[in-house]
């Protein structure tokens, strides 16, 4: 059973930063996608940012510039967070998706934008 551990969440002051990273227990084979979502109190969970294993991007509208996912090997992700806004609160999922259509999700992490 693979695991996915998030870590980096915490409070920080609007137009601060963070980055977040996620540990995969062990590799994952046969990975599609994999990337960050999150879910605000009383909201869906949205896509944040997402990416394929040939490095293709993908970003929400509301986080284009500020945000940046990237991976430094078949277990770590990362989302580096710029320029925060209130409205980027919200508990973060890391997400790995394969071609068998298996969904590994972590247990979240909270990202709290306040002054």
């Known amino acids: 059973q693979v695991q996915l551990v998030e870590s980096g969440g915490g409070l920080v002051q609007p137009g601060g930063s963070l980055r977040l990273s996620c540990a995969a227990s062990r590799s994952i084979f046969n990975i599609n996608r994999m990337g960050w979502y999150r879910q605000a109190p009383g909201k869906q969970r949205e896509l944040v940012a997402d990416?394929?294993?040939?490095?293709?991007t993908n970003y929400a509208d509301s986080v284009k510039g500020r945000f940046t996912i990237s991976r430094d090997n078949a277990k770590n992700i990362h989302l580096q967070m710029n320029s925060l806004k209130p409205e980027d609160t919200a508990v973060y999922y890391c997400?790995?998706?394969?071609?068998?259509?298996?969904?590994?999700w972590g247990q979240g992490t909270q990202v709290t934008v306040s002054s």
């Open positions: 997400n790995v998706r394969t071609y068998s259509t298996v969904n590994y």
């Open positions: 990416m394929t294993t040939s490095g293709y």
